[in-house]
């Protein structure tokens, strides 16, 4: 029933994106070729969509503003995002002002946030399947031109899909940048931190005399994705069987707070549960003191990439997807989910789980193995 309803939704996708492209797709002036040069020194305004409010696109892009403000400080950059991820744009990632935007919104709010808006130099919109209301945005926005990986729309004239196809998502914005005449000189990811979530979790680690620890995030986005609490057992049971001295810890989101609660009391699972985390940013603290984090979430394997942190990271059996979201760094393992009828990120390889643990925990042990 779920690979019917998946096609059903498919179908209805490809419609309306064909009903899009035939009402609003238009072509804008060619941008200039690879001979030619881009002028950047006239680049005032550039606009970022991300309604999409995925936390680990964020991450990946986030050097992206830096590099722009190293070029020229006074390049505006707005971000075109939904109300709950406005101030990490704004306070922690750079962005110059965020436009609100739903994540699904209504033709005439598209209207008034391309209005809010106004001139821009270019619109860089990176969504692989442009969808009936993105193409809507576009045709609505301002822009002088568009950057976007959908080559088939007119309304793209810098067109990076086929240019970039196979890279990861941080080389993707690197590419985007060198043909806009602007070198990245530092493309780390910038992963946000307060105060405040510092506090908190050096109060966790202070009230449960935790000496040595690793993290688990066990669940990603969707069904899917999610570890099941045998699973989460099995991950437990291998880390302590190769190191006794590293605690588990567990984190969550609002959304399966109670669920972890769940699984530790019903799977009997040896690990401490980070419920006192009330934002991303005290997740991010909690990874920067671990030994290391193992996480089918892919926000959170991208947070542990930008704090240096070794990891084992858990994928579907989908190369295409991996190639553009694999952690992108030196410090990571991962292990790919059996491919099946219904995608389960618990159809694993244990054995190979069990060697990258083992690996992980003698590394912790002795950086220099």
């Given at each position: 029933?779920?690979?019917?309803?998946s096609?059903?939704?498919?179908?209805?996708?490809?419609?309306?994106?064909?009903?899009?492209?035939?009402?609003?797709?238009?072509?804008?002036?060619?941008?200039?070729?690879?001979?030619?040069?881009?002028?950047?020194?006239?680049?005032?305004?550039?606009?970022?969509?991300?309604?999409?409010?995925?936390?680990g696109?964020?991450?990946?892009?986030?050097?992206?503003?830096?590099?722009?403000?190293?070029?020229?400080?006074?390049?505006?950059?707005?971000?075109?995002?939904?109300?709950?991820?406005?101030?990490?744009?704004?306070?922690?990632?750079?962005?110059?002002?965020?436009?609100?935007?739903?994540?699904?919104?209504?033709?005439?709010?598209?209207?008034?946030?391309?209005?809010?808006?106004?001139?821009?130099?270019?619109?860089?919109?990176?969504?692989?399947?442009?969808?009936?209301?993105?193409?809507?945005?576009?045709?609505?926005?301002?822009?002088s031109h568009v950057?976007?990986?959908?080559?088939e729309l007119?309304l793209?004239?810098?067109?990076?899909?086929?240019?970039?196809?196979?890279?990861?998502?941080?080389?993707?914005?690197?590419?985007l940048?060198?043909?806009?005449?602007?070198k990245?000189?530092?493309?780390?990811?910038?992963?946000?931190?307060?105060?405040?979530?510092?506090?908190?979790a050096?109060?966790?680690?202070?009230?449960?005399?935790?000496?040595?620890?690793?993290?688990?995030?066990?669940?990603?986005?969707g069904?899917?994705?999610?570890?099941?609490?045998?699973?989460?057992k099995?991950?437990?049971?291998?880390?302590?069987?190769?190191?006794?001295?590293?605690?588990?810890?567990?984190?969550?989101?609002?959304?399966?707070k109670?669920?972890?609660?769940?699984?530790?009391?019903?799977?009997?699972?040896?690990?401490?549960h980070?419920?006192?985390?009330?934002?991303?940013?005290?997740?991010s603290?909690?990874?920067?003191?671990?030994?290391?984090?193992?996480?089918?979430?892919?926000?959170?394997?991208h947070?542990t990439?930008g704090l240096?942190?070794?990891q084992?990271?858990?994928?579907?059996?989908?190369k295409?997807?991996?190639?553009?979201?694999?952690?992108?760094?030196?410090?990571?393992?991962?292990s790919?989910?059996?491919?099946?009828?219904?995608?389960?990120?618990?159809?694993?390889?244990?054995?190979?789980?069990?060697?990258?643990?083992?690996?992980?925990?003698?590394?912790?042990?002795?950086?220099?193995?």
């Open positions: 029933m779920r690979k019917v309803i096609r059903l939704q498919l179908f209805r996708d490809q419609l309306r994106r064909k009903v899009g492209v035939w009402l609003f797709d238009k072509s804008k002036a060619k941008i200039e070729s690879n001979h030619q040069q881009w002028q950047s020194d006239k680049i005032k305004h550039i606009v970022f969509v991300r309604t999409d409010a995925k936390l696109d964020a991450f990946v892009s986030s050097f992206v503003f830096s590099a722009i403000k190293r070029f020229n400080r006074d390049i505006q950059i707005t971000v075109v995002a939904s109300p709950n991820m406005a101030s990490l744009f704004t306070d922690h990632l750079g962005a110059d002002r965020v436009v609100m935007l739903e994540k699904r919104p209504k033709y005439s709010d598209i209207r008034k946030a391309c209005q809010e808006i106004g001139q821009c130099d270019l619109v860089v919109s990176l969504s692989l399947n442009m969808k009936m209301k993105d193409i809507y945005f576009l045709r609505c926005c301002q822009a950057a976007g990986l959908d080559d007119k793209i004239d810098l067109k990076l899909g086929s240019a970039t196809k196979g890279k990861h998502f941080a080389e993707k914005f690197m590419y940048l060198d043909k806009i005449g602007i990245p000189v530092e493309t780390h990811y910038v992963i946000p931190q307060t105060k405040e979530s510092r506090q908190t050096q109060d966790f680690i202070h009230d449960h005399k935790l000496r040595r620890y690793c993290v688990i995030n066990a669940f990603g986005s069904n899917a994705r999610k570890l099941t609490g045998e699973s989460i099995k991950i437990s049971q291998s880390i302590s069987r190769h190191d006794p001295d590293i605690k588990v810890v567990l984190v969550s989101s609002p959304e399966t109670l669920l972890a609660d769940q699984y530790i009391k019903q799977f009997d699972i040896d690990a401490l980070y419920n006192v985390s009330r934002s991303i940013f005290d997740i603290s909690v990874i920067n003191f671990a030994e290391f984090v193992v996480s089918v979430d892919t926000a959170t394997v947070m990439t240096s942190r070794p084992l990271a858990f994928y579907h059996d989908d295409e997807n991996f190639s553009q979201w694999h952690p992108n760094s030196d410090l990571a393992l991962t790919i989910a059996k491919s099946t009828s219904v995608p389960d990120i618990n159809s694993l390889d244990w054995e190979d789980v069990n060697s990258k643990i083992a690996h992980l925990v003698t590394k912790a042990k002795d950086p220099t193995q």
